[in-house]
């Protein structure tokens, strides 16, 4: 029998580690080739700039989770 639930959660990591390095891997890489090196670190500052949102809700996520799991020790 398999774990379903494993399964798609597994999925959804590797999904989001593959989107994180494509952006980050090649699209920083394709900046610093073209335009060079100061402008690739201004990526990488808008990058983190713009995924400080999206982490702060996903640790939202989490520790609402682990709330939720822990008021439910039934």
Partial sequence: MRD???YARQTDVRLGVG???LLF???L???Y???GSGA???GMICLLAGLTPL???FLSFVVLDWIQKRA???
């Fill in 29 to 31: 890489g394709l900046i």
């Fill in 4 to 6: 379903l639930r494993k």
């Fill in 19 to 21: 989107a994180f390095l």
């Fill in 40 to 42: 690739a670190m201004m």
């Fill in 25 to 27: 891997v090649v699209g």
């Fill in 72 to 74: 439910n020790r039934d």
């Fill in 33 to 35: 080739l073209i335009y």
């Fill in 55 to 57: 982490v702060l809700i």
